[in-house]
């Protein structure tokens, strides 16, 4: 078998739903499995997963193991050559997987390989492509000069080595992974992927970023979100120095004080609150003119009403290919006030989320 897919889901129905919806679109052409490892969830994910994917493997903990005991187990029952970790609030596009493989057997001693993620509004998310986060970078990032923290030298959409990815799309050997004892359990959640990017480099395997194709995933982390991520994100940070950084007086003060005192500046994200005029349903038809509007001139958008500011606009997944979802929000205006949410194929609700730093919404509708 050629590749395992797995997913770790707590509490996020819906959002699995629709990854596992794309997740089934990418892999028809490929010998693969999808693994869906269930961390003791209560909003009936695995009567879902079990009445609308029947080939995927499910399995559920009688427990919430964290992410780094969740997705070992998950790999611990895999077949597949490689393993794709990726999270339940993602939509990858049908052929991202294909992409992804034929690019890892052109590359020798090659790590873990991701790819370009964005946020539901399309917005380019910077932690697809980090540094390793020495205590010098970590300081800067604590100070708010996050430069240095991303790789910021390479192109959203170019191909090139990096060291750190997150973990909600990283796509590795199950070999390797198995060689670095994969995710460390001593991490609960933040922190882990950091861990074996840097463990996975440590064998003198690349990592590799390939920006051709891009995944949405709809909860992104380029903020400190609240007080309580905050904390959870220092402390990771202290469990990954201690493991793989020399002590250093000056440094470890630094760090420490980092730690300690920066939860303590980090404000909760506000609630955005959009002034919606009307919805629009975009399906085939609409995309065909879009995609004539790209390709001609960026002024006749606003005559087919698509990047309309103030405008939500339904992506209908009846009609419109991942692929097409995808492009759309990637060629989204920055200055457009327009939202996107997407219809999943043969559902009754519409999802998505309109920023990276607070949680995605679900509207569910009665069936007729």
């Given amino acids: 078998m050629k590749l395992s897919v797995i997913i770790l889901n707590y509490n996020v129905r819906h959002f699995l739903e ?52 969740g997705n070992n187990i998950g790999v ?8 794709c970790i990726l999270n339940p609030d993602t939509v990858v596009a049908e052929d991202t997987f294909e992409i992804l493989l034929n690019f890892s057997e052109l590359k020798d001693k090659l790590g873990i390989l991701s790819c370009r993620l964005i946020d539901g509004q399309g917005g380019f998310l910077p932690e697809s492509k980090r540094n390793i986060p020495t205590p010098l970078i970590a300081i800067k990032k604590i100070l708010g000069l996050s430069r240095s923290y991303y790789v910021s030298n390479l192109d959203e959409k170019g191909t090139a ?16 992974y ?4 994969g995710f460390d359990e001593d991490y609960f959640m933040y922190g882990e992927d950091i861990d074996l990017s840097y463990k996975v480099l440590q064998t003198g395997c690349h990592n590799m970023y390939h920006g051709s194709t891009s995944v949405i995933h709809y909860k992104g982390e380029s903020t400190l979100k609240d007080k309580t991520y905050a904390k959870r994100f220092y402390g990771a940070m202290q469990i990954f120095y201690s493991k793989h950084f020399k002590s250093n007086v000056f440094f470890d003060t630094l760090v420490w004080c980092g730690i300690k005192l920066g939860p303590l500046f980090q404000r909760s994200p506000k609630k955005v609150n959009k002034s919606i005029k ?8 609409v995309n065909k003119l879009l995609q004539q509007a790209l390709e001609s001139d960026v002024k006749l958008m606003s005559q087919i009403e698509i990047y309309e500011n103030d405008i939500e606009y339904i992506l209908d997944n009846n009609y419109l290919s991942f692929m097409s979802i995808i492009e759309i929000l990637s060629n989204t205006p920055k200055n457009c006030s327009a939202t996107f949410k997407i219809l999943p194929k043969n559902s009754n609700f519409i999802i998505g989320s309109n920023s990276s730093k607070s949680r995605g919404e679900v509207i569910t509708f009665a069936n007729n």
């Fill in 76 to 83: 611990a029952q895999a077949k597949g050559d490689y393993v």
């Fill in 18 to 69: 629709l990854c596992l919806k794309s997740v089934e679109a990418a892999l028809v052409n490929l010998d693969a499995e999808i693994i869906v490892v269930d961390n003791q969830s209560v909003d009936k994910s695995c009567d879902m997963v079990k009445a609308l994917f029947p080939k995927v493997k499910l399995i559920e903990n009688k427990d919430n193991f964290g992410f780094s005991k």
């Fill in 178 to 181: 198995n060689e670095v004892k």
């Fill in 161 to 176: 080595r990096a060291s750190i990815f997150v973990g909600a799309f990283m796509l590795i050997q199950r070999e390797i």
């Fill in 278 to 285: 009307r919805y629009v349903f975009v399906s085939s038809e």
